[in-house]
């Protein structure tokens, strides 16, 4: 059987590369003249804290996603209008990401910070569901799929997927409460990913 999604890989891969490379523009260098020694610039990086952390929480989601987007289209063989749409809607999501977190990067050490917070984790949670989506519309007809997929396989890749959205939702509700904890379960869902991407490589030797 032909794989027929070449050109959706092909232009995805661009979208997330672009929408990771988007992320350095909020790490900004301080102003010539208001730098005068080792110590200032020190002081100046320790006050950018907030900027760093939400470029490294951000980079590193991407980049799983980007794995674990890779690994599901080694199963779909096949495209249709549904596929082709829900890989889009994760896309645009994905795109949108440098927004919330230059709102991160700049006001999370303020009042503001539950709201940003709230912002940032809830994109995360609209793209989990389009990850949802689009395997759903792929699995629901099994001629899409690589050739031999089991139905244990395809079960097991949409339980990975469908048992993140709940963390998901629990740091939305921490946004509101404890902003920094959210944050925390959302690098903890970078190691949930990371090894549920070797579930979704397993799947395929099965």
Do not use: C
Request: glycine fraction near 6%; avoid cysteine.
């Amino acid at each position: 059987m032909e794989k027929e999604t070449g050109r959706i890989e092909g232009f995805s891969d661009g979208v997330f590369a672009i929408a990771i490379t988007l992320l350095v523009l909020d790490l900004h260098l301080p102003e010539a003249d208001a730098i005068n020694n080792g110590n200032e610039i020190q002081i100046f990086m320790k006050n950018q804290w907030p900027t760093f952390l939400a470029f490294i929480l951000s980079f590193f989601s991407i980049f799983i996603m980007w794995v674990n987007h890779h690994k599901i289209f080694k199963q779909i063989y096949s495209r249709n209008s549904g596929i082709m749409f829900a890989n889009g809607l994760i896309l645009f999501l994905v795109s949108a990401v440098s927004y919330p977190t230059a709102l991160l990067a700049k006001y999370f050490n303020g009042e503001a910070a539950s709201v940003v917070v709230a912002i940032y984790t809830g994109i995360f949670v609209l793209i989990n569901l389009a990850y949802n989506l689009l395997w759903y519309l792929a699995s629901k007809n099994k001629k899409l799929l690589r050739p031999g997929i089991t139905d244990e396989a395809i079960r097991k890749i949409h339980n990975n997927y469908l048992y993140g959205l709940p963390i998901y939702i629990i740091a939305l509700a921490f946004s509101f409460w404890i902003p920094f904890v959210a944050l925390m379960i959302i690098l903890g869902l970078w190691i949930f990913w990371a090894l549920s991407s070797g579930k979704i490589e397993m799947s395929m030797k099965e």
